[in-house]
């Protein structure tokens, strides 16, 4: 293990310094948990002292307030912004932060931005962000002139400008957003002493704001930082985790990808603020706007000094005058040459947009010439990615403010798109008509291409491009929510490779690299595209896999399907530079649905059944429920062993009698019955629940009917049995096939027989499932003359009011309450009260399970029509019968 690398971030101290470094240091040391190659350290630095700290080299990383990070980033040469701060405020994330204009609440005569033209307004610091550039580039744009008000300043910290204003030193104040709160919260003010002007109602936004929002702190690397220490630094802190004691202790929520900060720079080129004091006095916008008069001007007043230096000596003094004002002229318009050939590309359209003028930066970005765009429209840039509606809100921005920013894609001359930075602002003369729009646009491509290098980190593991532990996190959060929605299991499987740390020795650690990234995509091409595999450090890989289906044994048996697949790939040999490896796997499975764990529950669970299956000989799976693991194994056996039963005539009907009150035969029950070769007589109970979730149970049903048709078609030849009735089973799998009551009236056609001599025996719970479309194919079966009973009654919740409704012809009083009501007066109530019901609706009620004399004489004193069970005849093969 190599030492780390000590790195420090420099952090703004807007406060004392012990406070930010208390803040801090914790986050800081949470940090460095996770970082295998640097070490952090955190130093506050008040303003200035930041400012030669970065000059000495003396951090490596930077977090500072937005403007601060503008003019750092142009004097010094910090990174792009990598990230950007979350704060936290109660709990809520905080994205961005505005400023705050504020006055005392008697005072009645200041309402709106335009009464603070001519009043004295306090600010902590004309350089502040939040404290003064926000606020005085709201007035700005309300058109409040800077020069119309005069600014005081109180020192930092904010509070200190509230005081201002409430002790009257002030007529109105400016802060950032947060110390109104923050000084109500501690008792400090009253709210009802102060009043918000222009205040802005942003929904999610919980703080009393007058402008609008710009992104929070950046945080950005120095030059000298390597950027792999950079790149784990960045995807340490984006992958903060907001509910860890320690962050919210420090109101801090976490990182967000690097928020746009094109804002702040147009204010502070606005404001003429450090660093565009400078060029900002000769912005391209400034000369526009009066190059042309003063350029006629000095025209003309060069003719005018010629004429007179010429013919009048006594004008000599008004002559120099007049030269020096030309002197500016000259250096204004040289200044704006300059400013126009920056390396943003710029170009001005006339009121019919018709491009005018390019500057060279346009020329090299876009591919084209002067001669082929001049005259044409900046469609020529027009990418073809933007609906016109994009494009029509553009315009209808700078129709309503004057400009607009934003990015867009342009296309170059050879076709090929590229992402931009595009401001576009309406040029206008001295009576506030537009002459011109004037657009300067960057290429932000590397931009766009550091922002998805970043999200890689965030959330890709570096070494094998498999999703890292946040993004599985993320998707198994997600997952919680979509099987609840479509009701179907997932399920986690933890994947160790056996002895890996070994091999790993031995082979030496590249080696072990490229091992774990065929591993990798091994791994990826043994599931579905929507599966998440992910590799949690070292040796360890887990999967989600989602949509197993609604039944919890049809999900075990999947994901041991999978499972298995799994093992078969891993256990491929590696061939790395001539050498075959041979590894296998252990997995553990944990099943889940719904909201019923916690992420980290459900790993641990996994986790824990991976070690059992390590325990248990390595290169083994195993479930977290050990019923699942026994159920899935003999499930799985039974389900091959199924698939051939019906092709190896293993099964046969059985016949169960049915007699009616005076002992006459009625008919019988059809009962399945499986002769496996080897396990012998497996009984329906074991087998069709298998059946039914593999979906095996639509041949076998199938095969059940045809051989009841057979049998009932043969009674037709005996006069004694013609008028016995068969019931069989219908398993609701089987009835919820869409072409169920076509093919069942197709396959009773063949034989002719009355159709009343069939009855089909439906569970409550079948009922129950999708009441609707139930009842509409019971109806279309009933009106083909097929008769219903509804089989173990009394177990289910069938409501009175939609039994009413059913072609039934039969309630089927289930075993248990007939077995116990000899003894359990609770049971021969309900017998009592079923066979009651059955009156009223008219239906027959027939006893199953009847075992003795006494229940079948109880049971017809309580006036039970039929009666089914071991008294009367076991389920038997039909010679027997
Ligand atoms: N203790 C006791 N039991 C008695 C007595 N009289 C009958 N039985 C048993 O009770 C079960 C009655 O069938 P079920 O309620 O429809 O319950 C059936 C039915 O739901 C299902 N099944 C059987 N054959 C088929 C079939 O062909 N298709 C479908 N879908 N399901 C079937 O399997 C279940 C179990 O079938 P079996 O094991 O044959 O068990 C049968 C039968 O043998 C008695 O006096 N005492």
């Given at each position: 293990?190599?030492?780390?690398?000590?790195?420090?971030?420099?952090?703004?101290?807007?406060?004392?310094?012990?406070?930010?470094?208390?803040?801090?240091?914790?986050?800081?040391?949470?940090?460095?948990?996770?970082?295998?190659?640097?070490?952090?350290?955190?130093?506050?630095?008040?303003?200035?002292?930041?400012?030669?700290?970065?000059?000495?080299?003396?951090?490596?990383?930077?977090?500072?307030?937005?403007?601060?990070?503008?003019?750092?980033?142009?004097?010094?040469?910090?990174?792009?912004?990598?990230?950007?701060?979350?704060?936290?405020?109660?709990?809520?994330?905080?994205?961005?932060?505005?400023?705050?204009?504020?006055?005392?609440?008697?005072?009645?005569?200041?309402?709106?931005?335009?009464?603070?033209?001519?009043?004295?307004?306090?600010?902590?610091?004309?350089?502040?962000?939040?404290?003064?550039?926000?606020?005085?580039?709201?007035?700005?744009?309300?058109?409040?002139?800077?020069?119309?008000?005069?600014?005081?300043?109180?020192?930092?910290?904010?509070?200190?400008?509230?005081?201002?204003?409430?002790?009257?030193?002030?007529?109105?104040?400016?802060?950032?957003?947060?110390?109104?709160?923050?000084?109500?919260?501690?008792?400090?003010?009253?709210?009802?002493?102060?009043?918000?002007?222009?205040?802005?109602?942003?929904?999610?936004?919980?703080?009393?704001?007058?402008?609008?929002?710009?992104?929070?702190?950046?945080?950005?690397?120095?030059?000298?930082?390597?950027?792999?220490?950079?790149?784990?630094?960045?995807?340490?802190?984006?992958?903060?985790?907001?509910?860890?004691?320690?962050?919210?202790?420090?109101?801090?929520?976490?990182?967000?990808?690097?928020?746009?900060?094109?804002?702040?720079?147009?204010?502070?080129?606005?404001?003429?603020?450090?660093?565009?004091?400078?060029?900002?006095?000769?912005?391209?916008?400034?000369?526009?706007?009066?190059?042309?008069?003063?350029?006629?001007?000095?025209?003309?007043?060069?003719?005018?000094?010629?004429?007179?230096?010429?013919?009048?000596?006594?004008?000599?003094?008004?002559?120099?005058?007049?030269?020096?004002?030309?002197?500016?002229?000259?250096?204004?318009?040289?200044?704006?040459?300059?400013?126009?050939?920056?390396?943003?590309?710029?170009?001005?359209?006339?009121?019919?947009?018709?491009?005018?003028?390019?500057?060279?930066?346009?020329?090299?970005?876009?591919?084209?010439?002067?001669?082929?765009?001049?005259?044409?429209?900046?469609?020529?840039?027009?990418?073809?990615?933007?609906?016109?509606?994009?494009?029509?809100?553009?315009?209808?921005?700078?129709?309503?403010?004057?400009?607009?920013?934003?990015?867009?894609?342009?296309?170059?001359?050879?076709?090929?798109?590229?992402?931009?930075?595009?401001?576009?602002?309406?040029?206008?003369?001295?009576?506030?008509?537009?002459?011109?729009?004037?657009?300067?646009?960057?290429?932000?491509?590397?931009?766009?291409?550091?922002?998805?290098?970043?999200?890689?980190?965030?959330?890709y593991d570096?070494?094998t491009g498999l999703a890292n532990r946040r993004l599985l996190e993320d998707h198994i959060v997600q997952a919680f929510?979509s099987s609840?929605?479509?009701?179907s299991y997932c399920a986690l499987l933890f994947i160790d490779l056996d002895h890996f740390?070994?091999?790993?020795?031995?082979?030496?650690?590249?080696?072990?690299?490229?091992l774990l990234k065929v591993v990798a995509q091994r791994l990826k091409e043994s599931v579905r595209d929507g599966d998440t595999v992910a590799r949690q450090g070292g040796d360890e890989f887990i999967i989600l896999l989602e949509d197993l289906g609604?039944f919890k044994h049809d999900a075990a048996i999947s994901a041991q399907t999978i499972s298995e697949k799994i093992l078969t790939a891993i256990s491929q040999?590696?061939?790395?530079?001539?050498?075959?490896?041979?590894l296998t796997a252990s997995i553990g499975i944990n099943l889940f649905i719904d909201?019923h764990e916690t992420v980290e529950e459900l790993m641990k669970r996994s986790d824990l059944a991976m070690y059992q299956a390590k325990a248990e000989g390595r290169d083994a799976i195993r479930f977290f429920d050990p019923s699942m693991q026994e159920a899935a194994a003999?499930r799985s056996?039974?389900?091959?062993?199924?698939?051939?039963?019906?092709?190896?005539?293993?099964?046969?009907?059985?016949?169960?009698?049915?007699?009616?009150?005076?002992?006459?035969?009625?008919?019988?029950?059809?009962?399945?019955?499986?002769?496996?070769?080897?396990?012998?007589?497996?009984?329906?109970?074991?087998?069709?629940?298998?059946?039914?979730?593999?979906?095996?149970?639509?041949?076998?049903?199938?095969?059940?009917?045809?051989?009841?048709?057979?049998?009932?078609?043969?009674?037709?030849?005996?006069?004694?049995?013609?008028?016995?009735?068969?019931?069989?089973?219908?398993?609701?799998?089987?009835?919820?096939?869409?072409?169920?009551?076509?093919?069942?009236?197709?396959?009773?056609?063949?034989?002719?027989?009355?159709?009343?001599?069939?009855?089909?025996?439906?569970?409550?719970?079948?009922?129950?499932?999708?009441?609707?479309?139930?009842?509409?194919?019971?109806?279309?079966?009933?009106?083909?003359?097929?008769?219903?009973?509804?089989?173990?009654?009394?177990?289910?919740?069938?409501?009175?009011?939609?039994?009413?409704?059913?072609?039934?012809?039969?309630?089927?009083?289930?075993?248990?309450?007939?077995?116990?009501?000899?003894?359990?007066?609770?049971?021969?109530?309900?017998?009592?009260?079923?066979?009651?019901?059955?009156?009223?609706?008219?239906?027959?009620?027939?006893?199953?399970?009847?075992?003795?004399?006494?229940?079948?004489?109880?049971?017809?004193?309580?006036?039970?029509?039929?009666?089914?069970?071991?008294?009367?005849?076991?389920?038997?093969?039909?010679?027997?019968?």
């Amino acid at each position: 293990n190599l030492a780390k690398k000590n790195l420090t971030i420099g952090i703004l101290a807007f406060e004392p310094k012990h406070l930010i470094k208390a803040n801090w240091q914790p986050i800081i040391e949470h940090v460095n948990q996770y970082l295998t190659h640097v070490s952090l350290q955190v130093e506050p630095y008040y303003y200035d002292e930041l400012y030669s700290a970065v000059a000495r080299r003396e951090v490596d990383f930077v977090l500072t307030n937005s403007a601060y990070y503008i003019e750092l980033a142009h004097s010094q040469g910090l990174s792009s912004p990598l990230a950007s701060l979350i704060t936290s405020y109660k709990n809520t994330p905080l994205r961005g932060f505005g400023g705050v204009i504020f006055t005392q609440a008697e005072r009645t005569n200041i309402q709106g931005l335009s009464d603070l033209k001519g009043k004295r307004i306090a600010t902590p610091k004309l350089g502040s962000v939040g404290g003064y550039m926000m606020q005085a580039y709201e007035m700005l744009q309300a058109g409040v002139e800077l020069d119309s008000y005069k600014v005081i300043e109180t020192g930092l910290p904010h509070e200190k400008t509230v005081w201002a204003v409430l002790q009257g030193e002030a007529e109105a104040g400016f802060v950032r957003t947060g110390v109104l709160e923050s000084m109500l919260e501690r008792g400090l003010i009253q709210a009802d002493a102060i009043r918000i002007i222009n205040q802005q109602e942003l929904t999610d936004f919980p703080l009393a704001l007058s402008t609008r929002l710009y992104p929070e702190w950046p945080l950005a690397a120095m030059a000298h930082v390597n950027t792999a220490h950079a790149g784990q630094v960045v995807g340490v802190f984006l992958t903060l985790d907001h509910n860890t004691s320690i962050l919210r202790e420090a109101n801090v929520y976490g990182f967000s990808v690097p928020a746009d900060y094109e804002p702040i720079r147009e204010l502070m080129r606005t404001l003429k603020a450090k660093p565009y004091n400078i060029e900002a006095a000769i912005t391209w916008r400034d000369i526009w706007r009066t190059h042309r008069e003063e350029s006629i001007l000095a025209m003309t007043a060069i003719l005018v000094i010629l004429a007179l230096s010429l013919l009048l000596v006594a004008y000599t003094r008004r002559l120099s005058k007049t030269l020096e004002q030309l002197k500016d002229n000259e250096e204004d318009l040289r200044i704006s040459a300059v400013a126009f050939d920056t390396l943003e590309a710029i170009f001005i359209t006339d009121l019919n947009e018709r491009i005018i003028r390019v500057n060279n930066a346009f020329k090299q970005l876009t591919g084209y010439d002067d001669k082929e765009v001049l005259g044409q429209t900046p469609r020529i840039l027009s990418s073809g990615m933007h609906d016109a509606d994009f494009y029509r809100q553009i315009w209808r921005e700078i129709k309503t403010f004057g400009g607009w920013t934003g990015e867009l894609w342009n296309k170059r001359k050879s076709g090929e798109r590229f992402p931009v930075q595009q401001a576009i602002t309406a040029v206008k003369d001295v009576r506030g008509q537009t002459t011109h729009y004037l657009s300067t646009f960057s290429d932000i491509t590397v931009r766009k291409l550091s922002e998805e290098q970043i999200h890689q980190l965030a959330f890709y593991d570096p070494l094998t491009g498999l999703a890292n532990r946040r993004l599985l996190e993320d998707h198994i959060v997600q997952a919680f929510s979509s099987s609840a929605r479509n009701k179907s299991y997932c399920a986690l499987l933890f994947i160790d490779l056996d002895h890996f740390k070994h091999l790993n020795d031995t082979m030496g650690h590249k080696q072990g690299d490229e091992l774990l990234k065929v591993v990798a995509q091994r791994l990826k091409e043994s599931v579905r595209d929507g599966d998440t595999v992910a590799r949690q450090g070292g040796d360890e890989f887990i999967i989600l896999l989602e949509d197993l289906g609604e039944f919890k044994h049809d999900a075990a048996i999947s994901a041991q399907t999978i499972s298995e697949k799994i093992l078969t790939a891993i256990s491929q040999p590696y061939l790395l530079t001539d050498t075959q490896y041979i590894l296998t796997a252990s997995i553990g499975i944990n099943l889940f649905i719904d909201h019923h764990e916690t992420v980290e529950e459900l790993m641990k669970r996994s986790d824990l059944a991976m070690y059992q299956a390590k325990a248990e000989g390595r290169d083994a799976i195993r479930f977290f429920d050990p019923s699942m693991q026994e159920a899935a194994a003999r499930r799985s056996e039974i389900e091959a062993d199924l698939r051939q039963a019906i092709e190896l005539e293993q099964f046969e009907l059985y016949y169960q009698p049915k007699v009616n009150r005076d002992g006459s035969l009625n008919g019988y029950e059809a009962l399945l019955r499986w002769h496996h070769p080897v396990k012998g007589m497996i009984p329906p109970l074991e087998f069709i629940p298998v059946a039914e979730e593999t979906g095996l149970i639509v041949p076998i049903g199938q095969w059940v009917f045809m051989q009841a048709c057979h049998t009932i078609k043969q009674w037709q030849q005996d006069s004694s049995k013609q008028q016995l009735i068969l019931a069989i089973n219908i398993s609701a799998r089987q009835f919820r096939q869409k072409s169920f009551v076509a093919e069942f009236i197709k396959g009773y056609m063949e034989f002719g027989f009355p159709a009343h001599l069939l009855e089909l025996e439906l569970t409550e719970s079948l009922l129950m499932d999708d009441v609707s479309a139930t009842v509409g194919k019971m109806k279309e079966l009933n009106q083909a003359g097929f008769l219903f009973a509804l089989d173990d009654f009394g177990t289910g919740f069938s409501s009175l009011s939609y039994l009413k409704n059913l072609p039934l012809n039969c309630l089927k009083i289930d075993q248990s309450f007939v077995h116990d009501m000899l003894e359990d007066p609770e049971d021969a109530a309900i017998v009592e009260t079923i066979i009651t019901l059955a009156k009223t609706l008219k239906l027959k009620v027939i006893a199953e399970g009847v075992e003795t004399q006494e229940q079948a004489i109880a049971l017809r004193e309580l006036g039970c029509d039929l009666m089914q069970g071991y008294y009367f005849g076991k389920p038997a093969p039909l010679p027997l019968a």
